[in-house]
């Protein structure tokens, strides 16, 4: 819904999208720990190239929908942040964006009831706006 919603804006404001994915997102907490020790096992590294190829693919099939809507855009995917949110300011950084939009599960936490980890943690950091969106319908 988020990039439903990104598209739209864009498509009304004339501006240029950069669709963003964190490989830490993609990894469940075990894993995450399994891979930041020095050398992972053959196995996990196999595992995460598997993860790297579905999220470029999607990454890419949501530029190309972007293209076809005549939204310009580009894509990004972070594989070395540690953090979510991190990575996410840095690209807002880099990209000199003027507002993040992101979904939102709002599962996790006392303030996880309105938001997400990620997603507080990225409005608390940026330095222009933020809008969440509810990645689900309720």
Known sequence: ???EYSL???ERLGAEIVFFHSMRDALHPVLQTAFSVPTPPPEMLSLFEEIRETSLKQLKKKTALAARQGVS?????DEKTTSSSEAV????D???ASLVIMGTHGRSTISGAFFGR???DVILGAGIPVVTVQSKKS
Do not use: I
């Open 1 to 3: 819904r988020a990039e």
């Open 8 to 10: 739209a804006l864009a």
């Open 73 to 77: 855009a580009r894509s990004v995917l």
């Open 89 to 92: 300011l840095s690209e807002a």
């Open 94 to 96: 880099r990209s000199a």
């Open 118 to 120: 990620t997603a507080r």
